[in-house]
T-cell receptor, first 112, second 116 residues
Framework: ETGVTQTPRHLVMGMTNKKSLKCEQHLGHNAMYWYKQSAKKPLELMFVYNFKEQTENNSVPSRFSPECPNSSHLFLHLHTLQPEDSALYLC???????????FGQGTRLTVV | AQSVTQPDIHITVSEGASLELRCNYS??????LFWYVQSPGQGLQLLLK??????LVQGIKGFEAEFKRSQSSFNLRKPSVHWSDAAEYFCAVAMIYGGSQGNLIFGKGTKLSVKP
């Protein structure tokens, strides 16, 4: 248990659905991240929030929309996804962007 | 561009045998270096990290790693593997920008299987 909690753990959604992934940390960290882990590919950084402000967006398609209402919560809103978006989505947090990241257990997303 | 290479996709070792997982990085200066482990269905857990100082770093679960600047390597080692070490291992680097750490760049991972 790293202190970073992701829900749901598994999600199956159709291409026309809208869903959201949730990440929560009560470690007092100020930076939160979304990563995508696909089969046979390195982990890909998607978004970085530092003090609730988005500081990085790695050319992620607009069908992924992050939201960081406070420094403890991070959401990833999903809509009109494609089958190739099926992956494990990992949330992480760190004290700030200069520190080591602690990862959640991930949400296994399947788009059908 | 910066990159991390883990040349071994899958390694199988016998329980009790020694282990070395390779990691090489491509970067003009010394980055911050990490090893993470991911058990099936789980997120990533930090095993150890190197920022500066002693090039041999100790981590959790009996793992250690050695930074070799001349080889741009940060190989992970364990003298005696346990069955519970079966998992996927990721090497990662974080670049340094103006004295601040950038974001993590991961290798593709090495899957470790342990034979009884």
């Amino acid at each position: 248990e790293t202190g970073v909690t992701q829900t749901p753990r598994h999600l199956v959604m159709g291409m026309t659905n809208k869903k959201s992934l949730k990440c929560e940390q009560h470690l007092g960290h100020n930076a939160m991240y979304w990563y995508k882990q696909s089969a046979k590919k390195p982990l890909e950084l998607m978004f970085v929030y530092n003090f609730k402000e988005q500081t990085e967006n790695n050319s992620v398609p607009s069908r992924f929309s992050p939201e960081c209402p406070n420094s403890s919560h991070l959401f990833l809103h999903l809509h009109t996804l494609q089958p190739e978006d099926s992956a494990l989505y990992l949330c992480a947090s760190s004290q700030d962007v200069e520190e080591v990241a602690f990862f959640g257990q991930g949400t296994r997303l399947t788009v059908v | 561009a910066q990159s991390v290479t883990q040349p071994d996709i899958h390694i199988t070792v016998s329980e009790g045998a020694s282990l070395e997982l390779r990691c090489n990085y491509s970067y003009g200066a010394t980055p911050y270096l990490f090893w993470y482990v991911q058990s099936p269905g789980q997120g990533l857990q930090l095993l150890l990290k190197y920022f500066s100082g002693d090039t041999l770093v100790q981590g959790i679960k009996g793992f250690e790693a050695e930074f070799k600047r001349s080889q741009s390597s940060f190989n992970l080692r364990k003298p005696s593997v346990h069955w519970s070490d079966a998992a996927e291992y990721f090497c990662a680097v974080a670049m340094i920008y103006g004295g601040s750490q950038g974001n993590l760049i991961f290798g593709k991972g090495t899957k470790l299987s342990v034979k009884p």
